[in-house]
């Protein structure tokens, strides 16, 4: 075994080095790399992963510095049924999560993880979740014999020396213990074990399963460190609104995986929306603090964008798009003759010639998409040309309002504002989204996900519903809690609202809520705008259809909130009473009894 100790003993992290030789002895990797993040170990690996097929170079001229990977057509999303949190007791991970005991979790993964190294290379990745030198960032290690995992972690967090630098002599790390094996479904397990601030995962080279600062820490660990010790770990975006006059408003958003998070973080105001501009602090994952103002405030812990890549278009997400130019990864998206990138939904017909995301000749006759539906994009958030300037304050920015939205054909208005803290709570934890081809499984079905955290809350629900209750006592000056859904269809199955950079007008009639004058009306679920309270110049939408958006039916909501009272039949005696009794008042309501 080699390794390359000249940045191993950079660390002074005793803690490390005894972790890492660790992993060695039971991995048995032919080599250790220690990764420290410099662009000459990026073109050294780039090239070690074309030579292993594991990366294509697409066109240089076209799209510089940029590569397609093809996964194992068995390893395309995350996959919730595998997922486990190994907490001590079943209770502390709850009805929403999968639980193993962390001895049959060790033994069994270790057992899979025992000599699955030999002939590979383990790469040693340290790295940083958050900008360097903030109180909220939190160094983690991930050890991992994917050549693409390291790659893909050189964009989505700071890493390398950094991290080491940052780590010092301490033991308080993320260890995150990553081995492909053979990739076969059978022997894929993804543990987390709270107590010990560790992630085991095995058999998937897939994003959200393998890339373990992301889902597994900055989420599912995160959000029990957060309970911990009094913050957030959210399933959210952070966008900077900034109105003609030059100021800056912030709010989270939280949206289950593909329901357009990284499209809102990017979002191109309408024409007639002269003098605004939108800053992107991140796409998915926000860490949330109490300021001392008493206020919260919010970091992006990422480095770069997990996004989406069917649908992204120069119409809807030019951002997006021009974040691609260069220095990319693309995974299972289509290629065309030329080597460069397509996918359904891009705005430009599909040429001829083109490879599918197994890299098979594609026949437009046959039914079958070229990108796969759950295809992604890996860029540096440095390419996004409406990045936040504040993306990388230590401190995070202050957030005026909290959104939370799903995917609902029917039901959910396009936006809904809470009454008060515990009102936006029962909205968050109550909310329904139909799923999506982000996880294995059936798509389009509607399911509870709280805070869009369903597959991400690190420990039982029942008692994140009441860290998010309990955290009302510190935060002295709370953001105003809304709901939006921009995915209600007419009868007819058409979308209601046009969506994308439309999505301005609605986050301007919240911040108006907030800092303004807007109007809104009172209905049995909540606030929510007249048509004419909204700002909308430019846009051409019926008067009728506007309404249909807008609708509160009362039928629907009696079969709402009854399938929101058997999800917290399911949560049991974790969820918090105020959430019952919230939940009582809004059937109450619906009866047309006083609540
Ligand atoms: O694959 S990820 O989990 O990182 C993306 C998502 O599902 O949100
Ligand atoms: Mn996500």
Same mark, same amino acid.
């Given at each position: 075994?080699?390794?390359?100790?000249?940045?191993?003993?950079?660390?002074?992290?005793?803690?490390?080095?005894?972790?890492?030789?660790?992993?060695?002895?039971?991995?048995?990797?032919?080599?250790?790399?220690?990764?420290?993040?410099?662009?000459?170990?990026?073109?050294?690996?780039?090239?070690?992963?074309?030579?292993?097929?594991?990366?294509?170079?697409?066109?240089?001229?076209?799209?510089?510095?940029?590569?397609?990977?093809?996964?194992?057509?068995?390893?395309?999303?995350?996959?919730?049924?595998?997922?486990?949190?190994?907490?001590?007791?079943?209770?502390?991970?709850?009805?929403?999560?999968?639980?193993?005991?962390?001895?049959?979790?060790?033994?069994?993964?270790?057992?899979?993880? +025992?000599?699955?190294?030999?002939?590979?290379?383990?790469?040693? !990745?340290?790295?940083?979740?958050?900008?360097?030198?903030?109180?909220?960032?939190?160094?983690?290690? /991930?050890?991992?014999?994917?050549?693409?995992?390291?790659?893909?972690?050189?964009?989505?967090?700071?890493?390398?020396?950094?991290?080491?630098?940052?780590?010092?002599?301490?033991?308080?790390?993320?260890?995150?213990?990553?081995?492909?094996?053979?990739?076969?479904?059978?022997?894929?397990?993804?543990?987390?074990?709270?107590?010990?601030?560790?992630?085991? $995962?095995?058999? $998937?080279?897939?994003?959200?399963?393998?890339?373990?600062?992301?889902?597994?820490?900055?989420?599912?660990?995160?959000?029990?460190?957060?309970?911990?010790?009094?913050?957030?770990?959210?399933?959210?975006?952070?966008?900077?609104?900034?109105?003609?006059?030059? /100021?800056?408003?912030?709010?989270?958003?939280?949206?289950?995986?593909?329901?357009?998070?990284?499209?809102?973080?990017?979002?191109?105001?309408?024409?007639?929306?002269?003098?605004?501009?939108?800053?992107?602090?991140?796409?998915?994952?926000?860490?949330?603090?109490?300021?001392?103002?008493?206020?919260?405030?919010?970091?992006?812990?990422?480095?770069?964008?997990?996004?989406?890549?069917?649908?992204?278009?120069?119409?809807?997400?030019?951002?997006?798009?021009?974040?691609?130019?260069?220095?990319?990864?693309?995974?299972?998206?289509?290629?065309?003759?030329?080597?460069?990138?397509?996918?359904?939904?891009?705005?430009?017909?599909?040429?001829?010639?083109?490879?599918?995301?197994?890299?098979?000749?594609?026949?437009?006759?046959?039914?079958?998409?070229?990108?796969?539906?759950?295809?992604?994009?890996?860029?540096?958030?440095?390419?996004?040309?409406?990045?936040?300037?504040?993306?990388?304050?230590?401190?995070?920015?202050?957030?005026?309002?909290?959104?939370?939205?799903?995917?609902?054909?029917?039901?959910?208005?396009?936006?809904?504002?809470?009454?008060?803290?515990?009102?936006?709570?029962?909205?968050?934890?109550?909310?329904?989204?139909?799923?999506?081809?982000?996880?294995?499984?059936?798509?389009?079905?509607?399911?509870?996900?709280?805070?869009?955290?369903?597959?991400?809350?690190?420990?039982?629900?029942?008692?994140?519903?009441?860290?998010?209750?309990?955290?009302?006592?510190? !935060?002295?000056?709370?953001?105003?809690?809304?709901?939006?859904?921009?995915?209600?269809?007419?009868?007819?199955?058409?979308?209601?609202?046009?969506?994308?950079?439309?999505?301005?007008?609605?986050?301007?009639?919240?911040?108006?809520?907030?800092?303004?004058?807007?109007?809104?009306?009172?209905?049995?679920?909540?606030?929510?705008?007249?048509?004419?309270?909204?700002?909308?110049?430019?846009?051409? !939408?019926?008067?009728?259809?506007?309404? $249909?958006?807008? +609708?509160?039916?009362?039928? /629907?909501?009696?079969?709402?909130?009854?399938?929101?009272?058997?999800?917290?039949?399911?949560?049991?005696?974790?969820?918090?009473?105020?959430?019952?009794?919230?939940?009582? /008042?809004?059937?109450?309501?619906?009866?047309?009894?006083?609540?």
């Amino acid at each position: 075994m080699t390794d390359n100790s000249a940045a191993e003993t950079r660390t002074r992290s005793r803690a490390l080095t005894e972790w890492v030789a660790e992993s060695a002895r039971l991995t048995q990797p032919d080599r250790i790399v220690w990764c420290d993040g410099s662009e000459a170990e990026r073109r050294r690996l780039t090239e070690e992963a074309v030579a292993a097929g594991v990366l294509i170079p697409l066109n240089q001229k076209q799209r510089p510095n940029s590569y397609l990977h093809r996964s194992n057509p068995s390893d395309v999303a995350r996959t919730e049924e595998v997922t486990f949190i190994c907490s001590r007791t079943r209770e502390d991970a709850g009805v929403t999560n999968h639980w193993m005991t962390p001895e049959e979790a060790y033994a069994k993964l270790g057992a899979l993880l +025992a000599g699955s190294m030999a002939g590979r290379t383990m790469y040693v !990745i340290p790295y940083v979740m958050g900008p360097i030198g903030s109180p909220f960032a939190k160094v983690g290690v /991930e050890i991992t014999d994917s050549i693409y995992v390291a790659l893909s972690m050189r964009i989505m967090t700071r890493m390398g020396a950094a991290a080491l630098e940052m780590l010092g002599a301490s033991d308080d790390f993320n260890r995150g213990l990553h081995g492909t094996l053979d990739l076969d479904p059978k022997k894929r397990f993804i543990c987390h074990f709270p107590q010990d601030n560790t992630i085991w $995962s095995v058999g $998937s080279g897939y994003g959200g399963n393998a890339l373990l600062s992301k889902k597994c820490f900055a989420l599912r660990i995160a959000s029990a460190l957060g309970r911990r010790e009094g913050w957030f770990a959210e399933h959210m975006l952070i966008v900077g609104l900034q109105n003609p006059a030059g /100021e800056t408003r912030y709010v989270a958003a939280a949206f289950p995986s593909a329901c357009g998070k990284t499209n809102l973080a990017m979002l191109m105001p309408p024409a007639a929306f002269k003098g605004w501009k939108v800053f992107t602090v991140g796409d998915d994952i926000a860490w949330l603090r109490v300021g001392r103002d008493g206020g919260l405030w919010a970091i992006n812990p990422e480095a770069g964008y997990f996004g989406v890549a069917p649908g992204t278009s120069m119409k809807s997400n030019p951002n997006a798009m021009r974040s691609i130019e260069h220095d990319a990864l693309f995974t299972n998206v289509a290629m065309t003759a030329d080597g460069d990138i397509w996918w359904e939904g891009m705005d430009v017909p599909a040429p001829d010639g083109l490879s599918d995301w197994r890299g098979r000749p594609w026949d437009k006759n046959s039914g079958e998409k070229a990108a796969h539906p759950n295809s992604r994009f890996t860029a540096p958030m440095t390419n996004n040309p409406v990045l936040s300037p504040a993306a990388e304050e230590p401190q995070g920015v202050p957030i005026s309002a909290i959104i939370f939205g799903g995917r609902r054909a029917t039901t959910m208005p396009l936006v809904l504002e809470s009454r008060d803290w515990t009102h936006g709570v029962l909205m968050g934890a109550t909310m329904g989204s139909e799923t999506t081809a982000a996880a294995a499984g059936k798509v389009g079905v509607v399911r509870r996900d709280p805070m869009a955290m369903l597959p991400f809350c690190g420990y039982n629900i029942g008692d994140y519903l009441g860290h998010w209750l309990e955290m009302r006592k510190q !935060i002295t000056k709370p953001p105003r809690i809304f709901m939006v859904n921009w995915f209600r269809k007419s009868d007819a199955g058409e979308f209601l609202w046009p969506g994308y950079g439309e999505n301005m007008r609605v986050l301007k009639w919240m911040l108006d809520r907030i800092h303004g004058d807007a109007g809104a009306h009172e209905t049995p679920v909540g606030l929510v705008p007249e048509p004419g309270d909204l700002d909308l110049e430019g846009l051409e !939408i019926s008067p009728e259809q506007l309404r $249909s958006a807008l +609708a509160v039916n009362t039928a /629907e909501w009696k079969a709402e909130v009854a399938s929101a009272g058997e999800f917290f039949d399911q949560i049991g005696p974790s969820l918090p009473t105020p959430l019952r009794e919230k939940h009582r /008042e809004l059937a109450a309501a619906l009866d047309g009894k006083a609540g």
